[in-house]
C-alpha cells in the first residue's frame, strides 16, 4: 500500500485523474529536482515555439537575421521575461500581436511559478527517520511489535502522536477479498517532545491482531503494518505529517534493536544514526 518514502504505491485504473486534472498538485509534490528539470524544459519549449511563430512571417523581426532560429529563439526569451535590450524589434503587425500573446504568457508564468516556489518553501515538512525494519520481541515480559523513528532536523515536533495500524487481506463469508484495516494499540500513542528517538512499542496480547500470528501467517495474508505520525513543528507551528509501512518480510523475530542512545563528554544525550536500523537476536525471545 505505501513505498518506503511513505507514498501511495496503488495504479489506479478506470478514474479520470490525469496530469493536467490537477497540474498544480502534481508540481507542488514534486521534488525540487524534477520541478526544476520540468519548469527549465516548458520555459525552453514555449519560447521555442514562440521562436517557430516569429518565423512563420518572414522579416517580422527588425535586425535579425532572415530565417535565424536562434535570433527568434532569444527575441523570445527577452520578451517573456520583458528585458527588452531593444535591438531586435518587432516589425509587422503579426509580431506586434505575438509580442502581445507572449508578454500576457509571460506575466501568468511568472505569477505561477512564484506562487508554487513561495509555497514549496514555505510548506514545513517531516523528516522523519522509521527503521528499515520492525521486530517483535519481549518488552517487559510482553511480546511486542517494536520499530523506532527518529527526527532527522535540528527542531522539535511537539505533541507528536502515531496511528498504527495492521492491514491483511482477508475472505469474507460471502467469497468477497476484501482489505481489512486493524488498529493496533501502542503502549504510548503520543510523544510530548518528539527531539531525539522514539521506539514505538505494541503490546502482543490477547486482544491483539498480532496474537498468534507467525511471520508465515502474515506473509499469507499480504499483512502490512502502516505507521501514520502527526506532529506540530515549533518552528513553523504548522502540523506536519509522515508515514511508513512495514510487509511480512520486513518484521523480524526474536531480534531487538542495537542501542543508539548515549552520553556525550559534556553531559549531552547523543544518538548514533549509523546503527539507527541495525538489530540483534534477543535471547530473551528464545
Known amino acids: 500500500m505505501l ?20 497540474l498544480y498538485l502534481f508540481l507542488l509534490v514534486s521534488s525540487w529536482p524534477r520541478l526544476v ?16 511563430a516569429y518565423l512563420l512571417e518572414g522579416h517580422s523581426l527588425e535586425h535579425a537575421s532572415a530565417g535565424s532560429f536562434s535570433d527568434a529563439f532569444f527575441f523570445s526569451v527577452q520578451t517573456m521575461a520583458t528585458i527588452g535590450y531593444g535591438y531586435i524589434i518587432p516589425h ?6 505575438l509580442v502581445t500573446v ?7 508564468g511568472l505569477a505561477v511559478v512564484t506562487g508554487l516556489v513561495f509555497a514549496k518553501f514555505s510548506r514545513p515538512t517531516a523528516r522523519v527517520l522509521f527503521s528499515r525494519v520492525a521486530v ?10 517494536m520499530f523506532r523513528m527518529a527526527n532527522q532536523r535540528g527542531n522539535q515536533i511537539v505533541e507528536a502522536r502515531i496511528h498504527v495500524v495492521l492491514a491483511l487481506t482477508e475472505t ?55 505507521v501514520s505520525l502527526t506532529g506540530i513543528d515549533e518552528s513553523f507551528s ?14 523480524v523475530w526474536g531480534a531487538r534493536f542495537v542501542d543508539i542512545l548515549s552520553r556525550a563528554p559534556d553531559g549531552r544525550r547523543r544518538i548514533d544514526y549509523t546503527h539507527f536500523h541495525e538489530v540483534v537476536p534477543d535471547n530473551a525471545a528464545r
Do not use: C, K
Request: proline share 4%; glycine share 4%.
Open 3 to 22: 513505498d518506503p518514502q511513505g507514498r501511495l504505491n496503488i495504479a489506479r485504473t478506470g478514474a479520470r485523474n490525469g496530469l493536467l486534472d490537477d
Open 37 to 52: 528539470v520540468l519548469l527549465a524544459t516548458a520555459y525552453l519549449v514555449t519560447n521555442s515555439l514562440f521562436a517557430l
Open 92 to 97: 509587422t503587425l503579426f509580431a506586434n500581436i
Open 102 to 108: 507572449e508578454s500576457l504568457t509571460g506575466l501568468f
Open 136 to 145: 517483535v520481541t519481549p518488552r517487559d515480559g510482553v511480546p511486542s511489535l
Open 172 to 226: 469474507t463469508a460471502e467469497g468477497e477479498v476484501i482489505r481489512r484495516l486493524q488498529d493496533l494499540e501502542m503502549a504510548r500513542a503520543q510523544n510530548a517532545l518528539f527531539a531525539l528517538s522514539w521506539t514505538a512499542v505494541h503490546p502482543i496480547t490477547a486482544t491483539s491482531p498480532f496474537y498468534r500470528q507467525t511471520q508465515e501467517s502474515l506473509a499469507a495474508t499480504e499483512a502490512e503494518v502502516i
Open 238 to 251: 504548522q502540523t506536519v505529517h509522515a508515514r511508513h509501512s512495514y510487509t511480512a518480510d520486513e518484521i
